[in-house]
């Protein structure tokens, strides 16, 4: 099973200074061509700190098919070239509506930041004060999270002692 994440995700935990937890969870996880793309154009700190991880635990897929003709389902295309490469084994990190509603109706298995936090908590992957923390900061800076999904994650994770 791959891990497949969009820019959003790399972007927000990088900004905070939390990019290692994905390594830290996953080992290893997938990007595309196009996603690399976005990020490295966009000449911030969070790019410096996402490049060092490039090929190391952050590896770079290729993708076939046109990522522009997905967008008529709303999709940017860094979101769309993670549709075209891929499968019912992978699992999607993503948290744009647009690109769950499409992940559903694919059949593809998908989780936003927030969720995938949650999950590494109950799986004791990382520690609940270290979730709690890394949400606080999120919920400080650009990210957007509702304040019913922050107050459910937190109830999630309080409720896992670790």
């Known amino acids: 099973m791959r ?12 900004k905070i200074g939390e990019l290692g ?25 969070e790019e410096e700190i996402i490049k060092e991880a490039l090929d190391t635990w952050i590896q770079v ?10 967008r008529k389902y709303g999709l940017d295309l860094g ?13 999607l990190i993503i948290d744009e509506s647009n690109a769950r509603r499409f992940a559903e109706s ?15 908590v109950k799986t004791n992957k990382i520690p609940n004060e270290g979730a ?16 019913d999904l922050y107050i459910w994650a937190r109830t999630e994770i309080t409720k896992s002692k670790t």
């Open 106 to 120: 694919k059949g593809l298995r998908y989780t936003g930041l927030i969720g995938l936090l949650v999950a590494a």
């Open 61 to 70: 897929l290729d993708f076939k098919g046109e990522p522009v003709e997905l």
């Open 3 to 14: 891990i497949l994440i969009d820019s959003s995700t790399l972007i927000a935990l990088a």
């Open 132 to 147: 709690i923390e890394i949400f606080n900061k999120l919920a400080k800076g650009d990210f957007r999270i509702s304040s």
């Open 21 to 45: 937890i994905l390594k830290r969870i996953f080992g290893t996880i997938h990007i595309t061509t196009k996603i690399k793309d976005e990020i490295l154009k966009s000449d911030s700190p």
């Open 79 to 91: 979101e769309a070239s993670l549709f075209l490469v891929a499968s019912s084994n992978d699992r």
